[in-house]
T-cell receptor, first 113, second 111 residues
Framework: KAGVTQTPRYLIKTRGQQVTLSCSPI?????VSWYQQTPGQGLQFLFEYFSETQRNKGNFPGRFSGRQFSNSRSEMNVSTLELGDSALYLC????????????FGAGSRLTVL | GQNIDQPTEMTATEGAIVQINCTYQ??????LFWYQQHAGEAPTFLSYNVLDGLEEKGRFSSFLSRSKGYSYLLLKELQMKDSASYLCAVLPITGANNLFFGTGTRLTVIP
């Protein structure tokens, strides 16, 4: 079956702009999580969505937001981009409950100039 | 809060055995995961431990001691393709899928 699909794979923005990233989970997976990966900090949890509701949120500023649609696809948005937002943004899907295995997408690499 | 420590880099020889350690401090604990990430690729699941002891899966094994806040990943019969980053992650007891990751250990396998 198809894996987790993230678009776009690469993008370049300038400071102050906003960006929207998309994630299509594995069919049947209703939980979608987003992570930011940088060389210095590793993977950091942004938020998790299940049934169109944000279930958990990491320690990121309000400029980072997300949503989930009825078909479980998810988007995340970053507004007023800063240089420090340059990172690989990874989406992961899983079954909704318990300690389930996350299946990650290949990520969207954002560069902010 | 949570904190995870793992070595930044390790080098090992093809065919050998390597142990990657992970120590963690967490206010809640619902299991520990190991993921493998090749350069430029997505992390992929290797193992999950929630009870103390050793879990073996082929060439890879993972150990957990909850009382010591300690885990290790053991890779046997190393192959060149095992060169990758190995990520230790804790699942806080309050969360469902909000894993807390360490910064990862970059393993280089040399001939």
């Amino acid at each position: 079956k198809a894996g987790v699909t993230q678009t776009p794979r690469y993008l370049i923005k300038t400071r102050g702009q906003q960006v929207t990233l998309s994630c299509s989970p594995i069919s049947g997976h209703r939980s979608v999580s987003w992570y930011q990966q940088t060389p210095g900090q590793g993977l950091q949890f942004l938020f998790e969505y299940f049934s169109e509701t944000q279930r958990n949120k990491g320690n990121f500023p309000g400029r980072f937001s997300g949503r989930q649609f009825s078909n479980s696809r998810s988007e995340m948005n970053v507004s007023t981009l800063e240089l420090g937002d340059s990172a690989l943004y990874l989406c992961a899907s899983s079954l909704p409950s318990g300690a389930n295995v996350l299946t990650f997408g290949a990520g969207s690499r954002l560069t902010v100039l | 809060g949570q904190n995870i420590d793992q070595p930044t880099e390790m080098t090992a020889t093809e065919g050998a055995i390597v142990q990657i350690n992970c120590t963690y401090q967490t206010s809640g604990f619902n299991g520990l995961f190991w993921y493998q990430q090749h350069a430029g690729e997505a992390p992929t699941f290797l193992s999950y431990n929630v009870l103390d002891g050793l879990e073996e899966k082929g060439r890879f094994s993972s150990f957990l001691s909850r009382s010591k806040g300690y885990s290790y990943l053991l890779l046997k019969e190393l192959q060149m393709k095992d060169s990758a980053s190995y990520l230790c992650a804790v699942l806080p007891i309050t969360g469902a899928n909000n894993l807390f990751f360490g910064t990862g250990t970059r393993l280089t396998v040399i001939p």
